[in-house]
């Protein structure tokens, strides 16, 4: 058994805090995201799902691409060709473009972020020693201080595991 939530109504207006305003958005985004892809997983949708943050940058969802999506869009509105002016549809396929176009370059520079965070993480476990992998130090070489700082490591670390693992098993057992 598992214990149910009680949920709280939300007063439904713009959050003014603007911090706080960023972190809603960012978690009801990713809660946007789970939603969209169990309703493409369980009824077989192609979805293509664009939304801009109060700072303006895009983000978007597809299912099974952006391009084949966008595609399709694009293929299935011919009968509109014929009611809607030219210059406006071509605007709108621009658009679309344009929007995928942002997006793809957002999602290189978070790739790019990722990495660098990855590299500062390590740069930061390692203490600034010459060691890269500061687990794999020769210990009978170490004194006396970096004992106690490779111990003041593994404790962290083991820290961060004991963290992550129950988030994960948390997760699990309230799906």
Known sequence: TRKLKESKKIEIKIIENADERLIT??????????KISELSTLCGGEILF???SPAGKPYSFSHPSDESVAKRFSNTSQYLEETTDAPVE????????????DFNDVQDQLDVIKV???EIALAKWSNGTKIR??????IDQLNLRELYEQDERFAEFNNLITITRDKKNAAISSM
Request: charged residues 30%.
């Open 25 to 34: 958005f960012s978690k009801r985004r990713t809660g946007i995201y789970k």
């Open 90 to 101: 071509t605007y709108r396929k621009e658009r679309i473009n344009l929007l995928v176009q």
């Open 50 to 52: 664009i939304i801009f």
């Open 116 to 118: 660098k965070q990855k």
């Open 133 to 138: 992998y500061w687990w794999k130090a020769p």
